[in-house]
């Protein structure tokens, strides 16, 4: 890796770990800003942003420890230690479910609805991931594709069912509302979208140290979108519906 | 240990520590959501997660002191310091009787039932891990299966005793509030059955690194869902009851 | 000190210092569970609770420092810094006078009698613990019959005392607290008789590493028991007194 | 680098994370004192404020990680670490869109308004940073004015906007709040005046460890106004506009 | 110093650290349990035995810096770092004055009164301490008697209005509340006696290893005392007026 | 350095540290002892105390790197790293514009008057701070004398405008308030002169290394004083016109 690409990949990463921790912070002190029916998904976003802040954590300090300088300005060399990719898989185990998770908590749908989603969604999820993780460590191409094959129909079929819901919920919502709905369905297609990308760069050859770089960058802003950004408009919903159901909050 | 097992393992400890770390704070964070009645069940389950994230904390330390790479990707080898089992062990002697504690809290049942339970199940638990550790530490097999038999007594007895309460208890419950205790029902058998079949493993002369490897994630996935999901179950039941008498908690 | 017997002192230290920490922290957490007027008997325990915490945490670093591993899987020889008893007699200093003032508080006396017993129990405490130190300390049999027959004579007192005390108050207790109360009596008796045991350990000529091993974890099982399960059954009387009191708190 | 210039970068950084972290802290305590519709834009001004403590926190750590000292009172020379500059620009992709959003929330617009001013704000703030970072980075001239100019298209209109903006909602605002709101302008117009023409030194050849000291010290104390002090006159808006709604806050 | 005197001196500020600390954190906790107006006096108690517990933390460090153990059991050799003993007095130029403020705050006498008490007291005490210091570090017996003897007359002026005051506003105590204050009495001129005669030692030629570890002791055994005890006696009382004057805290 | 003049400049900047710390801690624990319109002065002295806490463990750490001990009780020397005087300006830079800002804050004038106050004083003590540090850091006496005498314009402004305002806010205060504002108004010249007499040290030859130790001690007595006492007597005046204005705080 040479001195510039591992400075980029390192800004990027504290850049990430800054922009989570702090968003998770800001979701725990405005929790008073929202009605306690809207505050349980704020405090689920606020630990989707907790746990990838610990995993940078993890990310920063194996990256440190995985390249050492070599010379003033020179380039870095792989240390015995190495970079541990993984981290990666581990934290979308524990986020990706939550995010769903988040997404129906604050359209505060009756309890039976929920809860047949919830029980749909989760697993859907979890297969997802954990098909994906073999085709992410496999090195020869065949593999990688069945594997990711595999994996994107979960995929699809959280895609689908998120659409459908949050399509139907659109109509019982009050105007502004809806449309920071339909921001939070455009936001989520995008960002999921990157990750099944960065996943087939190997496919195409991309494998160098720039790939390496392009990739760790792509997850991290895709990182970033899902889940701060998300987060965010996941809070914007939650004050609107708070100051459309009780003026006191307006 | 070759490279990719060492990885794979410390993965796994990782996503447990996280796991735990998270729901023991989203738990104290939203004690506020359930009824005064049923908050304890809450800290208990937060207790647990945190005690058991401490110790993952520990098994993590212990495993990178543990082992040192050699060369860039290569294999771990052992160091005098060793990677000490036992830490689960000690983790169990505390978490299981808090488990039965915290399951029996949530169901809120009439105080004179709720002493008796507790006077039976807690020496029970105790006994087995106390019984259990002899044959976990023994090296030949014949005393392993002895031990191993004189602790599944109090197993089948805590299985049973919770199972037939659980049951009774259905009936007193508003009906969604029933199907979540069904499910506790399932769970508590599931994960709680994965323990003795580890234990089983070094019998079937399944002894070497692979062995390890599998049961390191079998025990740490176990515990993962034994008490995050197990704490998660018990909070949406808490939630449901409380929403069930008091409609502001809705 | 063999591999064996280094990791199982190890592991009963880092038992103890997680049930101490953890059942301080469960105390202090569901202060609200029960009236402010035995809020402070919580506190107290709390206290006792940390201050153990605080002082295993002092004898693990100590533990550490004191033994260095020969080989893989080898045994643990003593190095100069050597391994500091004398803790565990500060710990006592402290914690034995503020187990016997949580004993009052929750029995929520009237303020006289509270007093007068105060002043005859803590001096008594203090002056068992000071004359035990010398012949802990005192390495030929004669003088540590001496000063150990001393020192049980307020012991006995103590114990003398309280025993009346607790018998005495069980009349003015509702039912189910007097069950209790009658519990707390026969924990502390048994507990704390394991202490003088451990003691007349070297006297029998039980020297070697094997004693050593017993006592160490004799010693730490009696304080988690007499520390974290005592803390609990005082939280389980005011419980219950609050309960009886004020059905708020059922 | 000498040894005086080495020590003030390092005093002005140190400078800048002391204001930065007591600004935070001071705006999280002194959340009380202004009416709950303010409050937002308070915490939003302490999270840019630890976003900055952070980062100045960073560049501290690469600042003593890149200059060793050679003899007493000697001068410094460049390890391998470096320096790096890119935290700033981080730093600025973070706290410039907080910062806008913070300066709408406190003038309380009503909803429609704010929307359609944060849509339009927002991404030009991300675009102006994006379009400087290359310019940053590039070493000969003619590129630095390109990106520099490109860039300087978004930092016109987002200036332009919110001159606009802040006059316009001059009318609605009690007098002294008007007086304060023209104020915020200057102060807004001043500081983010300062980061183009530090931007700009290299390009009249102003490259060696002079011009690198003054660099740094311009930007940290650009930074110090554009965050602390800014901060500062948004609580005090926040606070005349609470008095002026509600007497209580006087 | 020999290995036992080490062990003694080290135990007895460990000793001293664990009650200063938990003492500070016990009276925060249980600031709730005494009307406001005494609370001001348990903040401050509480702040003496902070300060007192953060100084002898340092303590410790430096005994640890300043003595290295020779052999396995063997005796410890000062390093060049040294002991440093003057914290003691920074630690009673701070504290000294704040305990007589702690003593006249819980007395809560009019505020006439408490001024005057506190203008005469609080620069006797800080002249006390000035002069006492120039004696301590005096190596020649004749100018440390005559800067102890300067020293005294301070000491015997804040005793003298201390006890006039104290047994003047027994008059008008409740009963119960009497008999502390007077135990208050007694507990102020045993503890500070302790300091003047510990100053002696050196007069008196005991000036070897023994005499070192007899003063830590004697000074740790007295802050102790004067401190931790010092501060639980005014909780007390503070708890007899709340309960006095309002029966709630009873 | 000799090793008395090294130990003694260490205590005294530890015994500042220590009475910062706490003051800071005391101020922000007892915000609820006064009226919410005063509690604003409270926190920005224990922001000032805060602030000067963090620069005195900045100098610490600095002052323990710069010097080394040669031998037993022997003497230190410098080394490369050197001891940081500048800490001491950027520490003011920040504390005496609060410090101004929390003495206004506490008489609470009508909004007028302290706007326009505030808008002369601050601006110029940053000046009189700016004008300073050059003369600091120039060697030869002429430049110091002229810089200082620069320096000490605003300075007297400072002083005069305090002084009449002080002086016209007495008529309005009730009486014992007027007796402490008196107080404050010779506290703070007192210790504000201490700084130029400290800064006219070289100037009068004294540059050796007693000079240095005399600096030192100075600086940091001026500075307990003028940052933890006034706290404390802004404090006392704040508790006395809370108490006029409402007798639940008496
Ligand atoms: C489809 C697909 C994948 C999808 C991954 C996704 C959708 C990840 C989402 C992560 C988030 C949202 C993280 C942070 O919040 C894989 C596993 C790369 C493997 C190949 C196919
Ligand atoms: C039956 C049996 C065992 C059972 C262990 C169990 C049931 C452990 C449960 C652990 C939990 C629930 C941990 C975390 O929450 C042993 C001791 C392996 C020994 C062999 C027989
Ligand atoms: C009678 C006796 C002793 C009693 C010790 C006791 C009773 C200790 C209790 C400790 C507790 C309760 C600790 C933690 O909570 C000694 C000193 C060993 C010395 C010999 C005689
Ligand atoms: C116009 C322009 C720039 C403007 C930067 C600005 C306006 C930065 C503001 C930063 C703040 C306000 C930070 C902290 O709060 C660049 C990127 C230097 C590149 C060249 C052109
Ligand atoms: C009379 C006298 C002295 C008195 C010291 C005292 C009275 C210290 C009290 C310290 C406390 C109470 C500390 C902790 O709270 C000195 C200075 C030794 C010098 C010689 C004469
Ligand atoms: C007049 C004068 C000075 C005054 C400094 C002052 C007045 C500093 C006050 C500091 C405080 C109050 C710090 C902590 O709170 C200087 C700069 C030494 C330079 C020479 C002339």
């Not at 988040?102 to 309890?111: M, N």
């Not at 659409?163 to 659109?170: D, G, I, Q």
Request: aromatic share 14%; net charge positive; hydrophobic share 50%.
């Amino acid at each position: 890796l040479s001195n510039g690409q591992f400075q980029t990949v390192y800004n990027v990463f504290s850049f990430a770990l800054a922009s989570m921790l702090f968003t998770a912070l800001f979701l725990l002190v405005s929790q008073g800003r929202v009605l306690p029916r809207y505050r349980q998904a704020l405090v689920v976003s606020a630990t989707v942003c907790g746990i990838a802040a610990y995993h940078y954590f993890r990310i920063i300090n194996s990256f440190n420890e995985g390249f050492a300088p070599t010379a003033i300005g020179g380039d870095y060399t792989l240390t015995p230690f190495g970079f541990n990719e993984a981290y990666r898989y581990v934290d979308w185990l524990l986020t990706v479910p939550l995010l769903l998770l988040e997404t129906i908590a604050v359209l505060a749908l009756p309890r039976a609805t929920r809860a047949s989603l919830l029980t749909k969604l989760i697993p859907a999820s979890v297969l997802m991931i954990a098909l994906g993780y073999p085709g992410e460590v496999a090195i020869d191409t065949l593999p990688k594709m069945l594997w990711g094959a595999a994996s994107t129909i979960p995929f699809l079929y959280i895609l689908y069912v998120l659409f459908v819901e949050l399509t139907k919920s659109l109509g019982r919502q009050p105007a502004e509302v809806a449309a920071s709905v339909k921001r939070l369905r455009i936001l989520l297609i995008a960002t999921w979208g990157v990750y099944p990308i960065s996943y087939l760069f190997p496919v195409f050859g991309l494998d160098g140290a720039d790939a390496f770089v392009l990739r760790q960058v792509g997850y991290s802003v895709a990182d970033v979108l899902a889940k701060c950004l998300y987060g965010l408009v996941i809070y914007k919903i939650a004050r609107m519906k708070s100051a459309a159901d009780d003026p006191v909050f307006a």
